[in-house]
């Protein structure tokens, strides 16, 4: 077994014992692994462990290596900022966009030719240029605007944690705002959160869906 996929077990493992201390079901929560700047044999390697979900942030790599792996049995999740102009082409290979943040990429995405999974991604920052909602009414007109979207399944909400906050208490945040989606959209109740140094707090939280790379895949490969 390589060393990637020997993390990988080891990670799906330690995730499914923190489940089971929360009173949740192992398997309950979904490990995407994110694979940006790692080479397809990384991918192929993490596959033969088990690994099914995996994640890319640029356009660019993820199109070249979902065309590599077409044969096999994946999920591709589009964990990047989506430009609107792109938003078509990501659909193509991607099964979820975990980053849906303003009309113009919706509007784009209803007319793909794919039908995908989206979450609304959350700003939980005061920065305006990051990427994500800025506020619950936002989320609630953005999710309203999906819900007549036939190309997108609405699943809920997905964040990342403000370096300069405490993990536990920005994903307290999502959870509030996840529950007043949910209160308007109730099948939209997924919550993509915590990333490899805090998926511990995103799960107890509530998170459905973590995104880690540096912990299964390594450092990431040098260039030049």
Request: hydrophobic share 40%; charged share 25%.
């Amino acid at each position: 077994m390589g060393e990637a996929a020997a993390r990988w077990r080891a990670v799906r493992s330690e995730i499914d014992a923190e489940c089971e201390r929360h009173n949740r079901s192992a398997g309950s929560v979904t490990l995407v692994v994110v694979t940006k700047f790692h080479p397809v044999s990384l991918i192929e390697e993490l596959w033969d462990a088990g690994a099914r979900d995996f994640g890319e942030s640029r356009h660019q790599d993820a199109v070249i290596k979902a065309a590599a792996l077409e044969e096999k049995d994946f999920t591709w999740h589009f964990v990047g900022q989506v430009q609107s102009n792109k938003a078509r082409a990501i659909a193509k290979y991607a099964d979820v966009i975990h980053s849906l943040d303003r009309t113009s990429v919706v509007e784009a995405l209803r007319t793909s030719d794919k039908r995908v999974d989206g979450f609304i991604e959350l700003n939980l920052t005061p920065d305006p240029d990051r990427g994500g909602v800025a506020n619950p009414d936002d989320m609630l007109a953005l999710a309203e605007l999906i819900s007549t979207t036939d190309t997108i399944e609405l699943r809920g909400v997905m964040a990342v944690a403000p370096l300069d906050v405490e993990p536990a208490e920005a994903f307290e945040r999502v959870s509030a705002w996840s529950a007043a989606l949910t209160q308007e959209f109730p099948h939209a109740n997924q919550v993509s959160t915590g990333m490899s140094a805090d998926w511990k707090e995103a799960i107890a939280a509530g998170a459905t869906h973590v995104r880690i790379g540096t912990s299964i895949t390594g450092k990431r490969p040098t260039t030049g």
